[in-house]
Each structure stands twice: as C-alpha cells, then as structure tokens.
C-alpha cells in the first residue's frame, strides 16, 4: 500500500525538492554528489525500501564524501523505524 504513495512521491520530487529535504535534514552536498544522490533515489527507491539496503548505502558510499555519507547515514538512522 505504500509502496503507491511512495512511488507518486518520488516521480515528483524534483532535484529542487530533494535539496531543500536534504537541507532541511542537516546534508550538505559537494561536487556532483546531489546529481548522484538524487539520480539513486530516483532509480533505486524500490530496492531501498524493499530491502536491499546494503547494497544501496554501498553505492552511496563509493560515491560521495566521508562526511555526506555520515550525514545520509544520520538521517537514515533516525527516520529508519519509519521506513519498514
């Protein structure tokens, strides 16, 4: 059931709408780390939410900063009861 409301979300979360949440969460992004993090959600949100976490944080890590993984990770880490 969720999974519709989810997918309507992020058909329209504009790169816009994904900086000023991460914003508003305390991320702060370098070089091309918002393009990369945005493009993931965009493409990957299923597989996240269904799941296959490791796989994407992975990703996520190989490509962005030590200090924007932290952040993500924080983020993550107090929204994550919600996300089951």
Do not use: H, P
């Amino acid at each position: 059931m969720y999974t519709f409301f989810i997918d309507k979300y992020i058909s329209r979360l504009t790169l816009e709408d994904f900086l000023t949440l991460a914003k508003n969460n305390g991320i702060s992004f370098k070089n091309n780390e918002l393009d990369f993090c945005y493009k993931m959600v965009k493409n990957n949100w299923k597989e996240f939410y269904q799941g296959d976490r490791d796989a994407f944080f992975k990703k996520v890590k190989e490509n962005v900063s030590d200090e924007t993984f932290s952040q993500i990770m924080k983020v993550y880490q107090k929204y994550q009861d919600k996300i089951k």
